[in-house]
């Protein structure tokens, strides 16, 4: 996240700047503070139209509105900055904010408390590198369309230190050769609200999104490698509190249709992945990691290829588990729970193993399952726990 960087050179610009009336555009490595009511007559607004370095502050009370907002117009126009920073602090663009129509290298922020708010976004337009953030309690991005590369690569979202970014349908790497690019939700109170569907990979490939230490990321709907050849395009969940929220979940397609492989959602270390439909295309992965959790609110079977349970991950299911492996001996076959420090929570579910018998902890150690809410767990005669200890 090389974009990080730039955040305290930025936020000198404070006290750097002065107010000289308002121009639009904005040119020549000019800044520009904005403090009171500036409604833009002109249907643009643009920072960096033909030159590089411009900067736009929207200051406190400040409040800009528009209808179209443009950072980077052209190829030559690159490394300009919008920062909406401080306490009802508003810039309102009616139709759409591009940060990076052609020029790259260009960032949006709302900073303590401040509001961007625009229809359609779009970060990498048509150009790569651009950035756009939203960071500290009560600072906020809200779209209803929100592009993270529409056509363009290595562009990045970040939503961190209690910022929020609220839209309706979203798309990392939205179009043909959009690769590489990023969404960040990092710490306690960080949050990604998405009403509608949440495309990781819609037709670019190598696009991540990573939900780390308490942030979290809200979608009814999310697919990862859409098309056929939106591949390698990842989620990572990792940190104690950190939740993605995906009441529908398909990886390498969406519910009704295959798309692109490698792609993988991963989670670990404290984080959580709750979901009601889960859906693994040939050729994609879900990993659920050491320290990890995945909440089904559903049946599932969990010999769905790609779906990897690997040591210290725990699997919480509320419908009826199945496809647990089986070990068969001459007179008897075992279903079982094996490996090493796993854990099966069934929360008003169940594990019917029917006229096997059950076994938790086949040959490792540290495996358990949690019955609760009137969950069960059934099977026939000799039921263990820990079969290696038997013998």
């Not at 730039?6 to 000019?30: D, F, K, W």
């Not at 920073?85 to 508003?90: H, P, R, W």
Request: aromatic fraction near 8%; glycine fraction near 14%; hydrophobic fraction near 35%.
């Amino acid at each position: 996240m090389k974009y990080f960087s730039r955040i305290p050179a930025m936020l000198m610009l404070i006290s750097a700047v002065t107010v000289h009336g308002y121009s639009n555009p904005i040119e020549g490595g000019t800044s520009q503070v904005v403090s009171s009511d500036w409604n833009v007559a002109l249907p643009w607004l643009v920072v960096g139209s033909n030159s590089e370095s411009n900067t736009l502050y929207v200051h406190n009370n400040g409040r800009v509105d528009s209808q179209i907002g443009i950072l980077g117009n052209t190829a030559s126009s690159m490394f300009n900055d919008v920062m909406v920073s401080g306490s009802n602090a508003v810039w309102n663009s009616s139709m759409e904010i591009a940060v990076g129509n052609y020029g790259s290298e260009n960032t949006i922020a709302a900073f303590d408390g401040g509001t961007i708010e625009t229809p359609n976004l779009y970060v990498g337009k048509y150009s790569s590198n651009n950035f756009a953030m939203a960071y500290g309690e009560g600072s906020g991005i809200s779209v209803e369309t929100l592009h993270v590369g529409h056509t363009g690569s290595d562009n990045t979202l970040a939503a961190m230190d209690g910022g929020r970014i609220s839209s309706t349908n979203a798309s990392l790497g939205h179009w043909i050769g959009s690769d590489a690019n990023a969404a960040l939700v990092m710490g306690t109170n960080s949050a990604w609200n998405n009403s509608g569907i949440l495309n990781v990979g819609e037709h670019g490939s190598e696009n991540m999104l990573m939900v780390v230490d308490g942030g979290t990321v809200q979608s009814p709907v999310v697919n990862v490698g859409v098309q056929s050849y939106s591949s390698n395009n990842t989620i990572a969940v990792f940190g104690a509190g950190s939740m993605l929220a995906a009441p529908e979940l398909n990886i390498g397609g969406t519910a009704a249709t295959a798309g692109g492989t490698g792609n993988r959602v991963s989670v670990s270390d404290g984080g959580t992945i709750a979901t009601t439909d889960l859906t693994i295309h040939a050729g994609n992965n879900l990993d659920l990691n050491d320290g990890g959790t995945v909440f089904i609110n559903n049946d599932y079977d969990v010999s769905q290829e790609g779906f990897n349970w690997n040591d210290g991950g725990h699997l919480s299911v509320s419908g009826n588990l199945s496809g647990m492996p089986i070990r068969s001996t001459t007179y008897i076959d075992w279903q079982y729970l094996d490996g090493e420090n796993k854990t099966l929570t069934l929360d008003a579910g169940s594990w019917n193993a029917g006229a096997n018998p059950f076994v938790v902890g086949l040959s490792g150690n540290g495996n358990r399952v949690v019955v609760t809410n009137g969950g069960a767990i059934l099977g026939g005669s000799y039921n263990m726990v820990g079969y290696k200890q038997q013998q």
